[in-house]
């Protein structure tokens, strides 16, 4: 079994950063492909990016993440990031991170559907 944990939501201000943790334990896999996703209230999930722990490719979602938000990996400590940068009140979400063992990344990566695992979530909240 695989635990995922997040860690690093909050409250910050408009325009302000934060930086969110998503550690595995437990089963652990030569390589994985870790994505993260946001749902805000009444939304339905989305998806913000994902990498490939072997080569650290990614990709990301909606274009307003896009120049803002950046993922990355620490593979000697099972662990991915997602810097967040300039944040707005539209980016108040719970936010999850997912994993899928395998090599792979690209489109089908960016469906919930895709991965096994998911962590409990971390609560974002911009404030205006």
């Known amino acids: 079994q695989v635990q995922l944990v997040e860690s690093g939501g909050g409250l910050v201000q408009t325009g302000g950063s934060l930086r969110l943790s998503c550690a595995a334990s437990?089963?652990?896999?030569?390589?994985?492909?870790m994505g993260w996703f946001r749902q805000a209230p009444g939304k339905e999930r989305e998806f913000v990016a994902a990498i490939r722990s072997w080569s650290g490719n990614s990709l990301y979602g909606a274009d307003s993440v896009k120049g803002r938000f950046t993922i990355s990996r620490d593979n000697a400590k099972n662990t991915v990031y997602l810097q967040m940068t300039s944040l707005k009140p539209e980016d108040t979400a719970v936010y999850y991170c997912?994993?899928?063992?395998?090599?792979?990344?690209?489109?089908?990566?960016?469906?919930?559907?895709?991965?096994?695992?998911w962590g409990q979530g971390t609560q974002v909240t911009v404030s205006s």
């Open positions: 437990g089963r652990t896999f030569s390589s994985y492909t």
């Open positions: 997912a994993l899928r063992p395998g090599i792979g990344i690209g489109i089908y990566y960016t469906t919930s559907s895709s991965y096994d695992y």
